[in-house]
């Protein structure tokens, strides 16, 4: 097991909590835990250890949602996905701890600003966006890539749901599914790259309560807090985290 310092065992545990809050319906929550958890593990590391907490939260969020979800946007998304999640493979294959950690800071930083831009513009931002299969194989090759990085697909669905014009369960379901989905076909290729080891899979299952207490408490409480405070402080928290990955 890792050698914590209390300090550690205190983000651990935020970004475990945070992990299944953001599967109530929060995906930009990941970003913040993807910042977050690299104040404890290399990049590299983190990116590995991220993911098995992320599957079980995603298995919470299908069963909760189980039927909410629009298989045909989903279907025509993930042959693009693959794409991405190739090239990030590639990617992975070639970084060390110190190269990756911009990579994601500039990922972190591009998907907060998308969502800022988005809650600016409300509704005038979906209109301006294609429907074509040109803007399908744009989000799909960018969510497998940002995914497959450093695990920050979030705003990248997010965007490609709201010009689908889903309602909210639906938007939540499809949404469970696809990361659901995708991060089952990562899971293989982390363990090729020993991203995922004995060691943190036995982490992952010490840290599995806390993702579904997280989520649980999500899905009660998550609802009373105004969404727009509450996405504006997870917004503004992960750009410090992404600023210090570029320059720390």
């Not at 966006?129 to 697909?153: D, E, H, K, R, Y």
């Not at 982490?203 to 579904?212: D, E, G, K, R, Y």
Request: charged share 10%; aromatic share 12%; net charge positive.
């Amino acid at each position: 097991m890792f050698d914590f310092s209390l300090l550690d065992w205190v983000i651990v545990i935020i970004c475990a909590l945070f992990v299944g809050f953001s599967k109530s319906g929060l995906p930009n929550l990941v970003i913040l835990v993807v910042t977050l958890i690299m104040f404890v593990f290399p990049a590299r590391e983190s990116v590995g250890l991220l993911l098995p907490m992320l599957l079980i939260g995603d298995l919470f969020a299908v069963t909760y949602y189980r039927r909410n979800v629009v298989w045909k946007y989903l279907t025509n998304l993930i042959p693009w996905v693959l794409m991405g999640i190739l090239a990030g493979f590639f990617v992975l294959q070639y970084v060390n701890d110190e190269q990756l950690k911009p990579i994601i800071g500039v990922i972190v930083l591009i998907m907060i600003a998308l969502n800022v831009v988005r809650e600016r513009l409300g509704s005038k931002f979906n209109e301006m966006l294609p429907t074509s299969l040109t803007f399908t194989i744009l989000m799909g090759v960018l969510g497998g890539f940002t995914t497959m990085v450093g695990n920050a697909a979030g705003a990248i669905m997010t965007i490609y749901l709201l010009v689908k014009g889903l309602p909210k369960k639906e938007f939540v379901g499809t949404g469970a599914w696809f990361f659901l989905s995708v991060n089952v076909i990562k899971f293989p290729f982390y363990m090729y790259l020993g991203l995922i080891t004995t060691e943190s899979l036995t982490f992952n299952l010490t840290m599995a309560p806390v993702i579904i207490l997280g989520a649980i408490i999500g899905v009660k409480v998550l609802p009373l807090i105004p969404q727009h405070v509450f996405t504006m402080l997870i917004l503004v928290l992960a750009t410090v985290g992404g600023i210090n990955l570029l320059f720390n």
